[in-house]
T-cell receptor, first 113, second 115 residues
Framework: EPEVTQTPSHQVTQMGQEVILRCVPI?????FYWYRQILGQKVEFLVS????????KSEIFDDQFSVERPDGSNFTLKIRSTKLEDSAMYFC???????????FGPGTRLTVL | AQSVSQHNHHVILSEAASLELGCNYS??????LFWYVQYPGQHLQLLLK??????LVKGIKGFEAEFIKSKFSFNLRKPSVQWSDTAEYFC?????????????FGAGTRLAVHP
């Protein structure tokens, strides 16, 4: 069964550094999402992406965050200048339709020191 | 603001006990409803979902959930749990508002089943 994959599984970075988290969606999926979960807190929506555009973003998704699908396969989340409070598990999810089931990747644990 | 509440943060059961996990949401319009499960060391997996039709939905591994619109609830049930059901369970809703709909998650319920 096809799965969403994410790399790396764990990323450790220094405060102020840029990080790029990568996701490979299921091949026929057109809708892409990023969520995050700070330790001990809820899974929170960050951004949705369709047709090479951001379709919705949360208040968390400020100017430090960006998403793109550079080569038609990978879907990336970039954090330009990481802060301590960006430490979290970041989940990519993809779906066939806009209200369809979202399938989640295994997550990337980001630790900002 | 839209939100999802899960009433139990930690539940401990013995094998063969019955399970019911509560979930309530706050949104006045149409929603799609989901339960996701995260087994230890694994990623979020869909357990079951409700979009429309029969409000009692059956999912994988013997789980079911009932949508009660008047109570804004979508409780998860299983008549007899197994040790392998030890996991964290997340209720989530998608408000239907014209596309690209995000999932709004509850805080999760950590279930431990003892043999």
């Amino acid at each position: 069964e096809p799965e969403v994959t994410q790399t790396p599984s764990h990323q450790v970075t220094q405060m102020g550094q840029e990080v790029i988290l990568r996701c490979v969606p299921i091949s026929n999926h057109l809708y892409f999402y990023w969520y995050r979960q700070i330790l001990g807190q809820k899974v929170e929506f960050l951004v949705s992406f369709y047709n090479n555009e951001i379709s919705e973003k949360s208040e968390i998704f400020d100017d430090q965050f960006s998403v793109e699908r550079p080569d038609g396969s990978n879907f990336t989340l970039k954090i330009r200048s990481t802060k301590l409070e960006d430490s979290a598990m970041y989940f990519c999810a993809t779906g066939r339709g806009d209200t369809d089931t979202q399938y989640f990747g295994p997550g990337t644990r980001l630790t900002v020191l | 603001a839209q939100s999802v509440s899960q009433h139990n943060h930690h539940v401990i059961l013995s094998e063969a006990a019955s399970l019911e996990l509560g979930c309530n949401y706050s949104y006045g319009g149409t929603v799609n409803l989901f339960w996701y499960v995260q087994y230890p060391g694994q990623h979020l997996q869909l357990l079951l979902k409700y979009f429309s039709g029969d409000p009692l939905v059956k999912g994988i591994k013997g789980f079911e959930a009932e949508f009660i619109k008047s109570k804004f609830s979508f409780n998860l049930r299983k008549p007899s749990v197994q040790w392998s059901d030890t996991a964290e369970y997340f209720c989530a809703v998608t408000p239907i508002s014209g596309g690209y709909n995000k999932l709004i998650f509850g805080a999760g319920t950590r279930l431990a089943v003892h043999p």
